[in-house]
């Protein structure tokens, strides 16, 4: 296998420790280590783009996974202190049409359970909705919902939750999803990100990360240094045309479960705003209910993907609970410390933004180019995420 490889010894004691291969030429990975105020290393290998020959850098945006998630929770949050928004409001009266699981129709959604995972969304059914898809009937399909619990009770993590969490932001505030993100988030923090291109500038098109797959293949964004001609799913038809958007009925078009563009660098300042160090950005009673665990198992109340999910806030991964059931398999560091953030996994690469709550102190990386089959480490996570914590510590 090209790329970041894992390689298992086992020592004296007969623990198997991680031994990070050296990366092929081609392969590309970046980190940034950081603490309260600032970085406090950072290195990238490999080639951002295997055509060009163009080195990696740690601010060079790629397609960095389900960490995506945990800033759109930010944003939800800023909207939340302006009331423009609430947790705990029946999101049907913000989108204007009715969201029930077909099982539970007198049950209503709420935002807290959506970014928690626990409305009894599934993914069913594909995400990836055409331009002119309309939500509404889109959830109306039985296959996108858990027939067993009632909302609030069950962890389950699904991607679709969060095409409806950016249909809410929308309806709520009458602008597009990926512009709000660009107000709320990345404007603010003055980081050059966006979700599928729109919003991101020139320079950052020009440096983007083109994802490849282990046979070579393009996986995503090769974009040559232009805006790729249709940053989303098409319509139907084929068309193109986002003046057609209709804002809180689609909701899936500019990725929000997965397709922030942003540099490790970019993750390092998001990873500062997480642990509650950079003022005036949210207040500290919505930081705190973000990492506040909203589910945490018990041994029956959700799927914990082989002990990889045992306590979950708002979009905020917890990680290393004390007290947790001896089925979780949730530390990656392999310290027994509590950890916050997310991890990533889509289009062969794998991504991670750990903060340590109490220190300040934090990692953000990924690595590219890996099999669908990277085998797990010591703990449920993939043994490649192992090896690059080891290395940016």
């Known amino acids: 296998m090209r790329g970041i490889i894992m390689l298992l010894c086992i020592n004296m004691a007969g623990m198997a420790s991680p031994v990070l291969a050296q990366p092929g030429a081609d392969d590309a990975s970046a980190w940034v280590r950081f603490d309260a105020?600032?970085?406090?290393?950072?290195?990238?290998?490999?080639?951002?783009?295997?055509t060009t020959g163009r080195t990696l850098r740690p601010d060079d945006p790629v397609r960095i996974a389900s960490i995506s998630k945990l800033a759109v929770a930010m944003a939800v949050m800023r909207l939340v202190e302006r009331d423009v928004l609430d947790l705990d409001r029946d999101v049907s009266a913000v989108l204007g049409w009715r969201l029930r699981n077909p099982a539970y129709p007198e049950a209503p959604i709420t935002l807290r359970q959506l970014l928690s995972h626990t409305a009894g969304v599934r993914d069913g059914i594909d995400y990836g909705?055409?331009?002119?898809?309309?939500?509404?009937?889109?959830?109306?399909?039985?296959?996108?919902?858990?027939?067993?619990?009632?909302p609030g009770h069950y962890f389950?993590?699904?991607?679709?939750?969060?095409?409806?969490?950016?249909?809410?932001?929308?309806?709520a505030t009458g602008e597009r999803f990926d512009r709000i993100m660009q107000r709320e988030l990345f404007g603010p923090l003055r980081i050059d990100a966006c979700f599928n291109w729109t919003t991101c500038t020139q320079r950052a098109i020009r440096r983007a990360v083109v994802l490849y797959r282990p046979d070579g293949s393009v996986a995503?964004?090769?974009?040559?240094?232009?805006?790729?001609?249709?940053?989303?799913?098409?319509?139907?038809?084929?068309?193109?045309?986002?003046?057609?958007?209709?804002?809180?009925?689609?909701?899936?078009?500019?990725?929000p479960q997965g397709g922030m563009r942003i540099s490790a660098r970019g993750l390092a300042r998001l990873g500062r705003v997480l642990a509650g160090r950079h003022a005036g950005f949210l207040k500290a009673e919505s930081l705190a209910e973000m990492v506040r665990p909203q589910w945490r198992y018990d041994g029956t109340n959700g799927d914990t993907e082989q002990g990889l999910h045992c306590a979950y806030g708002l979009a905020v991964m917890i990680l290393a609970m004390p007290g947790r059931p001896a089925a979780c398999r949730d530390d990656?560091?392999?310290?027994?410390?509590?950890?916050?953030?997310?991890?990533?996994?889509?289009?062969?690469?794998?991504?991670?933004?750990?903060?340590?709550?109490?220190?300040?102190?934090g990692v953000a990386f990924y690595a590219t180019a890996l099999p669908a089959d990277t085998p797990n480490g010591r703990s449920a996570f993939r043994a490649v995420s192992e090896a690059m914590i080891a290395k940016a510590r």
């Open 220 to 255: 995503r964004d090769d974009l040559r240094g232009a805006m790729p001609p249709c940053p989303v799913v098409p319509a139907q038809d084929g068309g193109c045309d986002l003046a057609s958007y209709r804002l809180g009925r689609q909701g899936a078009a500019f990725s």
């Open 129 to 150: 909705l055409p331009l002119d898809a309309d939500l509404e009937r889109t959830m109306q399909d039985g296959a996108a919902w858990d027939g067993r619990y009632a």
């Open 37 to 50: 105020r600032r970085d406090t290393g950072a290195d990238a290998q490999g080639l951002a783009d295997r």
């Open 156 to 171: 389950t993590y699904s991607n679709l939750n969060f095409p409806i969490v950016a249909a809410v932001m929308e309806a």
């Open 332 to 361: 990656p560091f392999g310290d027994g410390r509590l950890r916050i953030g997310h991890s990533g996994e889509a289009y062969s690469l794998r991504s991670g933004l750990w903060v340590d709550p109490v220190t300040g102190k």
